[in-house]
């Protein structure tokens, strides 16, 4: 089983509908992070949490949510989908030491 | 963010070697990480430099220069599926968080 899974793997969505993405881990890691990639593009930080009971803003985050519902656990929510938020988001974990991040496989979104 | 600066694009040939370069911001910074793309793949690690010199893990080699903020990936006999995108990503102090450059597309050809 994978360490960071991310669920689901792919999505069409309509522009207006809410959606949640979701991401659990196995590593026991403390940090989850949310971010976004567009097509030959750098990952861009949406949200990151550093445990359960703190959020924080990364550098994209209007028009998305996050709660972390336990520490294996961080959903990523478009309130209200629009096309421009078509992208590939990825989950990450880190235990806040000196390694580095962990990545999902990803959710390929499409608003259509 | 921190001002990573790494090429866009980079074309080689099988068999031959490789350097992408990257500079980023040295105040704060705590180490950097090298992480391999394949297109629609998770980045997955390569390499990690804490201190000045080079590391080396096989075909792949990463050297850091603290001072200078500057760091190298080195691919030596290179295979087809080294074709993918190398993400640059220096972390700094502040919470010990990674910072990702755009990446590099490397296209290895026969």
């Known amino acids: 089983d994978a360490d960071v899974t991310q669920t689901p793997r792919n999505r069409i969505t309509k522009t207006g509908k809410r959606i949640m993405l979701e991401c659990s881990q196995t590593k026991g890691h403390d940090r989850m992070y949310w971010y976004r990639q567009d097509p030959g593009l750098g990952l861009q930080l949406i949200y990151y949490?550093?445990?359960?009971?703190?959020?924080n803003k990364g550098e994209i985050s209007d028009g998305y949510s996050v709660s972390r519902q336990a520490q294996a656990k961080f959903s990523l929510s478009l309130e209200s989908a629009i096309p421009n938020q078509t992208a590939l988001y990825f989950c990450?974990?880190?235990?806040?030491?000196?390694?580095?991040?962990?990545f999902g496989s990803g959710t390929r979104l499409t608003v259509v | 963010g921190q001002n990573i600066d790494q090429p866009t694009e980079m074309t080689a040939t099988e068999g031959a070697i490789v350097q992408i370069n990257c500079t980023y911001q040295?105040?704060?910074?705590?180490?950097l990480f090298w992480y391999q793309q394949h297109a629609g793949e998770a980045p997955t690690f390569l390499s990690y430099?804490?201190?000045?010199g080079l590391e080396e893990k096989g075909r792949f080699s990463s050297f850091l220069s603290r001072s200078k903020g500057y760091s190298y990936l080195l691919l030596k006999e290179l295979q087809m599926k080294d074709s993918a995108s190398y993400l640059c990503a220096p972390r700094y102090n502040a919470g010990n968080m990674l910072t990702f450059g755009g990446g590099t597309r490397l296209m290895v050809k026969p």
């Open positions: 040295t105040s704060g910074f705590n180490g």
């Open positions: 430099n804490v201190l000045d």
């Open positions: 990450a974990t880190s235990d806040g030491t000196l390694g580095g991040y962990t």
């Open positions: 949490s550093f445990d359960v009971k703190d959020i």
